[in-house]
T-cell receptor
């Protein structure tokens, strides 16, 4: 079983829809949680970063972390065609191994 | 800032040939990572360096893969001999370990095809 599980999709939604993307993980040592967005033929770029449990909002994007359930989410409000990309969750612990562990990514297509 | 710079962007090579991928991290960053991305396995960490020293190379597939970081502004990933199953996108990334949550910044990737 992978440390981080993410539904690969693809997820297709109409423009303006609310999108929910999710990851589950098994390592209770993870403390930092990130979402990266990757456009086709590009490198991943950091979208959101959250420490421990709670919510964080940035414009149309909201990241949620529930450490008790080992579950993280990214919500996109008023989705736009420009949001079409692959979204990867990533996480790491507080000490020790400092490299990120990534989910496999969810491909999102927002239809105009 | 120019971001993480990788070269070559695209490489097509024959099986058995040596491949060298290059990376220039963001100035001031002291951690450097090499990741490999494939459809089947997603984004996998191959190796990472902290202050030019390899810290974790457990993701390096086998002895055909080697990585070096001779100074803070340059790293190489070498595959010798290359095989078709090495075809993937190889990403270099860097971060500042004193920053929050080890947020790392990726280059555009090196697209490798071994035929």
């Amino acid at each position: 079983q992978k440390e981080v599980e993410q539904d690969p999709g693809p997820l297709s939604v109409p423009e303006g829809a609310i999108v929910s993307l999710n990851c589950t993980y098994s390592n209770s040592a993870f403390q930092y949680f990130m979402w990266y967005r990757q456009y086709s033929r590009k490198g991943p770029e950091l979208l959101m970063y959250t420490y421990s449990s709670g919510n964080k909002e940035d414009g149309r994007f909201t990241a949620q972390v529930d450490k008790s359930s080992k579950y993280i989410s990214l919500f996109i409000r008023d989705s736009q065609p420009s949001d079409s990309a692959t979204y990867l969750c990533a996480m790491t612990g507080n000490t020790g191994r400092r490299a990120l562990t990534f989910g496999s990514g969810t491909r999102l297509q927002v239809q105009p | 800032d120019a971001g993480v710079i990788q070269s070559p962007r695209h490489e097509v090579t024959e099986m058995g040939q040596e491949v060298t991928l290059r990376c220039k991290p963001i100035s001031g960053h002291n951690s450097l990572f090499w990741y490999r991305q494939t459809m089947m396995r997603g984004l996998e960490l191959l190796i990472y360096f902290n202050n030019n020293v390899p810290i974790d190379d457990s993701g390096m597939p086998e002895d055909r893969f080697s990585a070096k970081m001779p100074n803070a502004s340059f790293s190489t990933l070498k595959i010798q001999p290359s095989e078709p199953r090495d075809s993937a996108v190889y990403f270099c990334a860097s971060s500042f370990t004193q920053g929050p949550g080890n947020t790392i910044y990726f280059g555009e990737g090196s697209w490798l095809t071994v035929v």
